[in-house]
């Protein structure tokens, strides 16, 4: 991995600046950063400059990483840690809510409950990558879908070969 998680980071260009294992600030409000890195035991400082990062991805966040990361510094595992908590429930919870968006008319569903914890947790890491096919995933496990069928499922997502890593990852966590 060619970058530090606990500092300022930009891992691809579709996201935006990251702090910790994926709090990614493309999408998030100042006040949102705010209340989440206060959260998480962010000295105030850090969050307040972390919250001009609001909304800033490609070039704008590679100049906001160079300018501002050396006053932001490195966070402490602790709070590495403790973002990372707040962050993975925040991705839950907007799993959840995708699965039962998703497979409301898809008749039988199973319950967001009832599905295998390992497939929740598989669909929850695509959603950090920003899965564009979540819809049909949430398909095949609205269905009863077993850990064969969410296997086969990723290895033909011709999405989730971008990253050959993950998708190993993913498989043998499945498996």
């Known amino acids: 991995m060619p970058w530090f998680s606990r500092i300022l980071h930009h891992p691809t260009n ?14 998030r409000s100042a006040g949102e950063i705010l209340s989440i890195l206060r959260q998480a035991g962010i000295e105030e400082y850090k ?14 966040a590679d100049n906001f990483i160079e300018v501002y990361g050396p006053l932001v510094g490195e ?13 993975y429930a925040e991705k839950v919870n907007y ?3 995708l699965y039962v968006k998703f497979s409301a008319k898809i008749p039988s569903r199973i319950s967001w ?4 914890q390992k497939i929740r947790d598989t669909f929850v890491d695509t959603l950090y990558q920003g899965n564009v096919t979540a819809s049909d ?12 069928d969410i ?9 989730q ?4 890593r993950r998708l190993t990852l993913r498989l043998n966590y499945l498996k």
């Open 75 to 87: 966070i402490s595992h602790y709070q590495q840690v403790r973002l990372f908590e707040l962050s």
């Open 161 to 164: 070969k971008n990253d050959p």
């Open 47 to 60: 969050a307040q400059i972390c919250a001009l990062a609001s909304h800033l991805s490609g070039r704008e």
């Open 95 to 97: 799993a959840k809510h």
């Open 151 to 159: 296997i086969t499922y990723l290895e033909n997502d011709i999405y």
């Open 113 to 116: 409950d009832n599905i295998d």
């Open 137 to 148: 995933m949430v398909a095949v496990m609205a269905k009863n879908g077993s850990k064969q």
């Open 14 to 27: 579709n996201s935006g600046v990251t702090l910790g294992r994926g709090f990614d600030m493309k999408k």
